[in-house]
Each structure stands twice: as C-alpha cells, then as structure tokens.
C-alpha cells in the first residue's frame, strides 16, 4: 500500500478546506489537501451564488448577530456565532487582498465575487486555489476519502485511488475534515451529486461526536422547467416579481410569509409552503418576473448576471418560470468549539462538515462566511496541534488504513451502485425531505437498511471507477440514516425540520440532539439543552 505522510492534511477543497490549508501553512509546515477532483470541484463552493455576508458595507456586528440568531430558531451555539461575525471582516479584506474580484452591491453586509451565470463561484475557487499554491500547498487530487481513524492524537486515513484502484494510506500530525455536506442524498438538489455525506460517515465511523444531523435546509426557489437545470432563482430578484400558484393566488401571501426577501430569510417556512402548494394541492408554483424591466433588476449590479441568465436565457422576461424546493445545505455536522476542534484530538472541522453555527436553520450567504471564517481557524488550530505531535510511522499507517479497508475487498460480483444512489436519493426525498412525520421516518429508515444490506452484499466491482461509487454510496446511507434518526427523535418542528405530526415549536426540544458511534459501532444518542 502506498503511503503518503503530511504534517496535517485536509480532506475537501471547497472554500471551508482552501482556507485551512492556507491558514495551516502560514506555521511552515508541510500541508496536503485530499479532493476528489480538481480543487473546487465537486464542492458547494463551486455552485454557490458568490455572496459573504457579515458586519460590513454598512451592517452592524450586531445586526448580523441577530439575523444569524433569528434564522438559527435558539440553537446556534453562541460561542460559534460570536467567532464568525468578529472574523468575518478580517477575512473579507484578506480575501480582497488576496485579489478576489466582486461586483458593487448597495447590500449592506455584502460581498459578493465576480462571476457570470447565477453562480459566481469559480472566482472564489480561483482565488484561494492561487493563494494556497503561492503558499506552498500541496494536493492530491482524484482521490476519494473513506474511512479516519484518531490514534493518540495522529491522524490515519484510507483514500481510494481510481486511476490505480488502489487504497492508499494517510498518516499525519492533526486533520482538518472540510469534506461538505449531503444535499446530494436528496432526488432534487442544486448541491454537487457527489456530496454524499462522506465528512459525517468517516467523523462517526472514527467516533467524532455529530451534532444536529435532523435540519437540512431546503431552498425553496429553484428552477423546475423540463428543459432547464435547477438553478437558484436569487431571493433578491425573486422579490422583485410575484410568487404566484397555478390560480394565481399570490403564495407569499396565502401563507402569511413578511419577512423580505423571503428567500433568504424564511427559507423554511416557504419551502414547506412550497411543498404543499405542489405536493398536496398538485399546483404547480411560478416565479412571475414579467413584469420587471431591465433597469430594475439590474438596479443592484450584484442582480446583473442573474439578469442575463434568468432572464433572457430561461426567458423569465417572456412568461413565469415554474419554481419547487430543492435540498441546499446540512446545518448539523461535526460538533466543534470557536477554536474548530472537534471531540476527537487532533481532528478538526470546517464549512459544511461542521455543526452548530447557524442552528435549525442557516441564514443566507452565511454559509460561504462560516466556510472562510472557520477554515482558516481549523487550520491555524490544526497547525498548532501538529506542532505538539510525533508523525505517526508509516508501517503504523499502513497497518491500520489496512483495518479500515479490509471489508472492501477488490474482488466480486458487480452491482449497480449508481442504482442504488437513485434509490436512496427518492428515499430520502420522500421520507427525510421538508415533510416528515414518524410513518414515513420508519420506512425510511427500514429502506435504508435494505440497501445498505444490498450494497455490503456486492462490495467487490468490476473496475475502479464503480467502486468510487459503491463507496459513496456505502458513506451516503450511513449519513442518510443519521438524517432520518434524528429526525425521527425530535418530536416537534423548528427550523427546517418539520414534523407534520408534531408540527409545533416545543421548547421542551430546545436543545441539540448528538450521536457518536462506540467501539461495538453503535449509534449512541443524547440530548443536550441549548446553551
């Protein structure tokens, strides 16, 4: 087996994971980034709208404080909160010095990078790949992170490479998971499909402690045209027109939703308005931007590309566009402190792999602040920790990457994993999507264990590039499961999780819901008030 060693290594190279590697490296030290692909790709990162938000341009500390609190429904962790919006400045500027490109906007608290289309993340990418190969950074790309195991204080880690289909082993002083989120477990999301919640399967397989696995957000104006992919309709633009069902009643009105722009900062509320207009009324919901002209939607130039996209190339000027919810960001993740550690020593976490900051719900554009406010903190902490430690040898390596993957054997019958995926993917969307309720959580949960069952059942494959999506698979159920168990626990509804049987704020559930995984590799759950 070969074997690769690096003072701290850091698994995902989304903005969350650029951001630690830059900010580790700052120590000197020798820093490694694990991607599947490119740096960027397969990231959220890379499909984002390109919009920071914090106390700046006009917005106050506070006032970001308390629409962070506000959207997070009592369960952000304070500490985390009070972390991003004192950093959030520093890192802004750090990113413009940098050469990070924006557009003006006359938002106050925005940033927003340069870009055409509705995503304007290649900017981002571009800039802190730039820095972090400036740095010294090094990365090793098409590899695919499986299984992490602490062992006094020093990271071990199995990759699979496709090129070979081989394991290779990773051994180093401390390890930052920045390795995003699970929108992708769901059959409509606008998340890179591989997001297959590898970060949560790998923290509980090596016993991390998780945190408020039940809220997933759901972004309630994507495009559901045919013939267009689900692109984001912007909540600033979408405000601009008329949020209309197929009688014409206006949506945001029927449902009683003021908060403006809707899209940003009642993300929840809508989309579970959303799903009944679609799901239970069978209408169809339109985005009604006929009657916008030009020069209004371009009267914030940060609107101009999604102008030109949405406007005249999905031809939003020329009739409603047909709008429906898709799965977006996971709020819970690995449980953290403000200094990005996790329960483990030596493990550390960023971005969409971590829990905690934005609580049962995540206000927009908070997500790309956390992503560089809590990379660049894991990375400096990872860095410091790494400084205290041995390098573990590589015979020790290679001896317990070989543990993790000796139930993967390269030998077998084939399976059609990317079968398997389409399933859980319609399973989770209809028993773990934005309705749930305790009849649907239990066939969910029973669904999953048949294809975890099926998937065991034919872990050899045919060649190397199927045995990447075995895996995802095998990762992506586990999370699934943590999903739909959580949810299945928490009997009230807050955030983005709504239980349709239970469908009341109770502040007996103010509080968050953890779960670790013992050496018997059972799920052990506990909840915790809310500080």
């Known amino acids: 087996m070969e074997i690769h060693l690096a003072d701290v290594w ?20 020798s820093i490694t980034v694990v991607t599947k692909g490119a740096p960027g790709e397969h990231s959220s ?5 390109g919009g920071f938000v914090g106390a700046w341009g006009g917005l106050s500390a506070e006032e970001h404080r308390m629409r962070t609190l506000a959207a997070g429904r009592g369960l952000n962790e304070p500490a985390l909160v009070e972390a991003m919006v004192a950093d959030a400045p520093d ?39 730039a820095k972090a190969h400036a740095a010294g950074v090094a990365f090793l790309a098409s590899h695919v992170a499986y299984a992490l195991r602490m062992q006094d204080g020093a990271a071990h880690c ?98 009683g939703i003021t908060e403006r722009p809707a899209g940003r900062r009642a ?4 989309s579970q308005a959303m799903f009944r207009e679609i799901e239970d009324e069978g209408v169809a919901v339109y985005a009604d931007l006929t009657g916008v002209s030009e020069e209004t939607w371009c009267e914030d130039p940060s609107n101009a590309a999604s102008f030109e996209y949405l406007g005249k190339r999905c031809g939003a000027l020329e009739r409603p566009l047909r709008v429906a919810p898709v799965a977006h960001f996971v709020m819970g993740g690995l449980a953290i402190d403000e200094t990005a550690a996790t329960s483990l020593p030596g493990l550390f976490a960023a971005g969409e792999a971590a829990g905690g900051v934005h609580g049962a719900n995540r206000m927009g554009e908070n997500s790309l602040t956390e992503t560089v406010v809590f990379g660049a903190r894991a990375g400096r902490s990872a860095a410091a920790w790494a400084t205290r430690r041995a390098m573990p040898a590589a015979r020790e390596v290679r001896n317990v990457v070989g543990d993790l993957t000796r ?20 399973l989770m969307w209809r028993t773990g999507g934005i309705r749930r309720d305790e009849e649907g959580l239990e066939a969910g949960l029973a669904g999953i264990a048949e294809i975890r069952e099926r998937a065991a059942r034919a872990r050899g494959h045919a060649d190397a590039h199927h045995a990447v999506a075995l895996l995802e698979v095998e990762m992506g159920a586990r999370t699934g499961r943590l999903i739909l168990e959580a949810a299945k626990r928490r009997r009230e509804s807050r955030g983005a999780h709504y239980r349709a049987d239970y469908p009341e704020i109770d502040d007996a559930w103010l509080g968050h819901l953890t779960v670790r995984q013992n050496s018997e590799h059972e799920s052990i759950w506990s909840f915790e008030r809310a500080s």
């Open 10 to 29: 850091v698994i995902g190279s989304g903005a969350a994971g650029l951001s630690a590697a830059i900010a580790a490296r700052e120590s000197g030290l």
């Open 45 to 49: 990162t890379g499909l984002s709208g």
């Open 158 to 255: 199995a990759v699979f490479e496709p090129a070979s289909g081989a394991w290779v082993g990773l051994g180093g002083r401390a390890l930052v998971m920045a390795a995003g989120g699970a929108g992708g477990l769901y059959a409509r999301h606008d998340t890179p499909a591989r997001a297959s919640g590898d970060a949560v399967s790998m923290a509980l397989g090596a016993g991390a402690l998780l945190e408020d696995m039940e809220f997933v957000q759901f972004f309630p104006l994507s495009l559901a045209e045919p013939e267009l992919p689900p692109a984001v309709v912007p909540p600033a633009v979408a405000d601009l027109g008329r949020l209309v069902n197929g009688h014409g009643e206006d949506v945001l009105a029927k449902y």
């Open 407 to 426: 139930a993967n054997g390269m030998r077998g019958p084939r399976t059609e994993a990317a079968a398997l995926m389409t399933e859980l993917r319609a």
């Open 91 to 129: 890192r802004f500027q750090e990113l413009l010095d940098w050469g990070l490109a924006v557009v003006p906007t006359s938002r106050p608290g925005s940033l927003i990078a340069r870009g055409n289309g509705p995503a304007r993340s290649e900017e981002i990418i571009r800039c802190l790949s």
């Open 267 to 270: 993300r929840d509320r809508l």
